[in-house]
């Protein structure tokens, strides 16, 4: 069964801090990584990571992938408390993906 | 352009109803999902679909039937609700699979099950 972890699950941080998100998956054939970002209602598409050491970057969000080490990190320099959201990690087989349980965000000011 | 469309937004079922949670795509997209998110479990697959007239099981598929007859459409039915079915249910979309698009995700349907 594939599998995908996310750590921590919640983080609270002052605006302006930089964060870092951490994904690790164990998914048959695995194809690629994507992360989300969940608000109030659906999660909208932050990255597709399907190459290992080349970063993907958006502003302040940059993210990176292992496939050695099976893992993603997702980085988020000068947070803003729209910055807050749960960020959740795909690991993404021949068919199927599988979310781990996310990462809860703050940022406070 | 519409995305993905779910309906209700809301429902409140009796234990032992049963229902129907709409989800249609416009995009023309061939694989389709639905999860369901509980507080602090992300989103576990509950049946998916590679193309019209083909569908599958997902993680937590006990409970539910899925059909797709059609690209567009793609319903959800709840056999026979029960308390553990209350949840948040999303559909989602991708031209050819969340491998090589990510998906596009409904507004989801919030269902309590009393």
């Known amino acids: 069964e594939d599998k995908v972890v996310q750590s921590p699950l919640s983080l609270v941080v002052h605006e302006g801090d930089t964060v870092t998100l951490n994904c690790s998956y164990e998914?048959?054939?695995?194809?690629?990584l994507l992360w989300y970002k969940q608000e109030k209602k659906a999660p909208t598409f932050l990255f597709m990571l399907?190459?290992?050491?080349i970063e993907k970057k958006s502003g302040r969000l940059s993210s990176i992938l292992d496939k050695k080490e099976l893992s993603s990190i997702l980085n988020i320099t000068a947070t803003q408390t729209g910055d807050s959201a749960i960020y959740l990690c795909?690991?993404?087989?021949?068919?199927?993906?599988?979310f781990g349980k996310g990462t809860k965000l703050s940022v406070i000011p | 352009n519409a995305g993905v469309t779910q309906t209700p937004k809301f429902q409140v079922l009796k234990t032992g109803q049963s229902m129907t949670l709409q989800c249609a795509q416009d995009?023309?997209?061939?694989?389709m999902s639905w999860y369901r998110q509980d507080p602090g479990m992300g989103l576990r697959l509950i049946h998916y679909s590679v193309g019209a007239g083909i569908t599958d099981q997902g993680e937590v598929p006990n409970g539910y039937n899925v059909s797709r007859s059609t690209t567009e459409d793609f319903p959800l039915r709840l056999l026979s609700a029960a308390p553990s079915q209350t949840s948040v249910y999303f559909c989602a979309s991708s031209p050819y699979g969340a491998a090589n698009y990510g998906y596009t995700f409904g507004s989801g349907t919030r269902l309590t099950v009393v």
């Open positions: 998914v048959t054939n695995f194809r690629s």
């Open positions: 995009m023309n997209h061939e694989y």
């Open positions: 399907t190459s290992s050491g």
């Open positions: 795909g690991g993404a087989g021949s068919y199927q993906l599988t």
